[in-house]
């Protein structure tokens, strides 16, 4: 099947540990998007990758990392620096990054922060 | 004032009502838009987009109007299936990204 996976569903995690996300995909697409979600509230941007070896921060990228070594693959650091974590992180991934290519999402991450 | 502004509701209605949702948007250099639906503790997932002419895909019709910088979303014939949370999305162009800006979604409950 085609789609974007992310692991693990649900992670936790104790204040001062840095925790990796995993997203990968196999749509072939070159564009690939990290998001968090609070309650009540809209999805945020965190950071994008546009193609491989290339990424840009977005809204609130302070207290994550990313990389992009490969086309599928766009794990996301949470590190000790990010205030407050806990939340549902979302990959999204479009087959470009312009235009009005439809972004797809994976079925999520829920992060908890002990 | 929030980029994109949706009344977040909850919308209790019964089975077979019309129901509609309201969103504006802040920024005039919006390109296109979008209605996604996320129901419970799921990843959202694309409706449909959102067209100048105004579209409709079964039961759902989608309006947008440019000059008042609003968006709806309009569900006839309402089904329990339709219980969900409905996202507006906006699609900003700066440079060749084409960033997305989502509401905070308006939650509908269908009622038997």
């Known amino acids: 099947d085609g789609g974007i996976t992310q692991s693990p569903k649900y992670l936790f995690r104790k204040e001062g540990q840095n925790v990796t996300l995993s997203c990968e995909q196999n749509?072939?697409?070159?564009?690939m998007y990290w998001y968090r979600q609070d309650p009540g509230q809209g999805l945020r941007l965190i950071y994008y990758?546009?193609?491989?070896?290339?990424?840009q921060k977005g809204d609130i990228a302070e207290g994550y990392s990313v990389s992009r070594e490969k086309k599928e693959s766009f794990p996301l650091t949470v590190t000790s620096a990010q205030k407050n974590p806990t939340a549902f992180y979302l990959c999204?991934?479009?087959?470009?990054?312009?235009?009005?290519?439809?972004?797809?999402f994976g079925p999520g991450t829920r992060l908890t922060v002990l | 004032r929030k980029e994109v502004e949706q009344d977040p509701g909850p919308f209790n209605v019964p089975e077979g009502a019309t129901v509609a949702f309201n969103c504006t948007y802040s920024?005039?250099?919006?390109?296109?838009f979008f209605w996604y639906r996320q129901d419970c503790r799921k990843e959202p997932k694309l409706l449909m987009s959102?067209?100048?002419s105004g579209n409709e895909d079964g039961r759902f019709t989608a309006q947008l109007n440019r000059a008042s910088q609003y968006i709806s979303l309009l569900i006839r014939d309402s089904k329990l299936s339709d219980s969900a949370t409905y996202l507006c999305?906006?699609?900003?162009?700066?440079?060749?990204?084409?960033?997305?800006?989502f509401g905070q979604g308006t939650t509908l409950q269908v009622k038997p």
């Open positions: 999204a991934s479009s087959r470009t990054g312009g235009g009005t290519d439809t972004q797809y």
């Open positions: 749509l072939n697409h070159d564009a």
């Open positions: 990758s546009q193609i491989v070896n290339d990424f």
């Open positions: 920024n005039s250099a919006s390109q296109s």
């Open positions: 959102v067209y100048s």
């Open positions: 999305v906006v699609r900003m162009y700066s440079s060749n990204t084409g960033k997305l800006i």
